[in-house]
Structure formats: C-alpha cells, structure tokens
C-alpha cells in the first residue's frame, strides 16, 4: 500500500493566512494566546485523516508529490513519516446508530444498492470518523459549520456514489469542501463557487484558494469561481470549466434567500448527470425561527416532492431554533435534503 497517495501537501503561508482569518477572530483563541500561532517552514504534509503533520522545504517538495503519485515510494531521501500514518485502516464497522434508527433510508440506500456486496469494513469505508474529526471535531482544523451527525450521513451518501465531478456552491472555511475532496473519485474535478465578503461565509480569497486546491490528491483537479453563483458569467465559468461532464454531486450552501437558493438550483440543475445528486444545506432554515434571508426550508418543502427520490437527513437530537435564548449553544440540526436527478 503506497501511504502516501493518502498525504496532502499544504503550503505554510497559506495555511498561516487561513488559520490567522478564520481562527484568530474567535474569542477563545485570543483568550489563550493562540493568535499568534504560526507554522514555519515552505510545506507541511498531512494525512488526510489521520492526525499529525510534517514540515518540509522546498527542496523536499518534489519527492514527496512524487511519492504521492506512486513514484520513489521508497526513496530513503523521503523524509520520516509518523509510525501512526504507516499503520493499517482503522475499522469502523458500525454505522452511526441513531441516525440509521430514525431516518427514512430512501436515497441512502439507492446509493448503497452498486456496493451491496462490498464489507463495511473495506478499506474505503473506513476513513470517514476520522476525516470528520479535521473538520467537526471539538478542535477542527478547517471547520465546517454542520450538525456532525447530519455530515456523516451525508457523506456516508458520497462515499458510496464515488462522484467524478462535484461542485459545491458556498465554500466558506472549506470544511465539507476538504471532506468532498477526500471522497471524490482520485480523477475527480471538484469546483467551488463562492463570492468574496458574502454573508452567508465571506467567500475565499486568493490564499484560501490556494490552500483549499491542495485538499485532495494530486490527480484531482480544483478550480474556484469566486463570484456570485446567480450571475450569467458564473455559469457560463462553470460550463467552460466542465466542458463535456456533467455534474455527479452539486452541494448547494450559498446565499441562503428564497432567491439566491431557487435561483442556485434552477440555474444549474440542468447541468446535474441523470442519476447524480443535488444536495441543500440547512433545509431546517426558515425566517420564523432563523430570522430574514434565512428561506432555504421553505424552497425545499416547495421542490422535494416533485422529485421521485429524495432524503432528508435531520438530527433528531438537534434544536432547530437556535433564536430561542434557552436553546443557544445547542447542537443545532440544520438540515441536509437530497435530491436523486
């Protein structure tokens, strides 16, 4: 087994600026004199989910991406990796308990239905707690703003489908757009559409896209498309970008209006391979209980039943009125809705 087709290279001032914009605003890191944490170095390595870094310099780059592709695995010029990243798969032969209880199956199991045969405990569906860990974990290192059991289920769903080609709509801190890239297919092309200093997330800049391009393996291909996803320009990036494919996995989490949501999935639904997935965040959303502009749950009661196949994926143990004062701080169940094309 090559360990280091599971290695990602991540470029340090990159990744300074990243932890500097999105860490250091947050109260608790000031607090214990962590904003002024900076790695040093060109290049640090990380498994893509097991803990633990390397720091590497220029000089080392190479050989590594080299390794990384399957060449002079073995050189003894690569640098020592962490005995934890040579061991074998972690098993993880339970699914999440609670959700499986209480979710209706439907989509889930579609998806399941091409690797019926395949164990639970194969090699590729073993890695999933663990890359949740980099992203929900009590200390995340590229957070995603999700409930942690809804993610899992969700991408229990993209595991299984494998996609080749994913476009996620609201990038923000990159946390489900890391977990995308771990799970897509090793050729996959995987696009992000965000707008800068929008308010659903603030959108990436040049150092986050950067950084964000290098969450996958070496074969994938990434691009980001940093405008507003309604404008006419936007699609027309997308479909110069995705020339003959069409879209296996569309993850809408944008701006989170009736208009900017209907408009996302009207606009781009036609570009959806038959068979492929459209997915919303925060169908739970809704302006009674989220305030103005939060409108997602109402468009998705709108539009799920006209489609055959389609899944709801809600926490049962998450509020979902976070505006209640007796509810702040809870686990909030925000909501994943899918969509079978």
Not at 12 to 21: D, I, S
Request: aromatic fraction near 12%; charge should be negative.
């Amino acid at each position: 087994m090559n360990v280091y087709q599971h290695l990602r290279l991540l470029p340090v001032p990159a990744f300074n600026h990243y932890l500097h914009k999105r860490f250091n605003e947050l109260q608790w890191v000031r607090k214990l004199g962590l904003d002024h944490i900076k790695f040093t170095g060109d290049f640090i390595l990380i498994h893509a989910w097991k803990p633990g870094f390397v720091k590497l310099n220029n000089g080392q780059v190479e050989l590594v991406l080299s390794a990384m592709l399957g060449r002079n695995t073995y050189s003894p010029s690569l640098p020592p990796l962490p005995s934890a990243w040579l061991e074998d798969y972690e098993e993880e032969a339970e699914l999440d308990g609670v959700l499986n209880k209480v979710l209706v199956p439907g989509l889930f199991e579609l998806l399941m239905q091409s690797n019926a045969n395949e164990s639970i405990t194969s090699p590729r569906l073993l890695r999933l707690r663990t890359i949740l860990e980099k992203v929900s974990d009590e200390a995340p290192i590229f957070p995603a703003i999700q409930n942690g059991n809804e993610l899992k289920r969700f991408l229990r769903c993209v595991q299984q489908q494998k996609p080749k080609t994913v476009v996620e709509i609201g990038t923000a801190s990159g946390g489900v757009f890391y977990c995308l890239s771990q799970l897509a297919d090793p050729n996959a092309l995987l696009v992000s559409i965000d707008y800068p200093g929008g308010p659903y997330g603030g959108g990436q800049d040049d150092g986050e896209a950067e950084l964000y391009s290098k969450f996958g393996g070496p074969q994938q291909k990434k691009y980001f498309i940093r405008d507003r996803s309604f404008h006419h320009t936007t699609k027309q990036d997308l479909v110069n970008i995705l020339e003959d494919r069409k879209i296996d996995l569309m993850f809408i989490d944008g701006d989170h209006s009736y208009g900017g949501v209907s408009s996302d999935y009207y606009m781009y639904k036609d570009l959806v391979a038959p068979g492929g997935v459209i997915a919303f965040h925060d169908i739970n959303m809704r302006p009674e209980t989220w305030g103005r502009g939060y409108d997602v749950g109402i468009f998705w009661n709108e539009i799920k039943h006209s489609h055959g196949n389609y899944e709801e994926i809600i926490d049962p143990s998450g509020y979902s009125e976070p505006l209640l004062p007796d509810r702040s701080g809870a686990y909030l169940a925000y909501g994943i809705g899918m969509l079978m094309v």
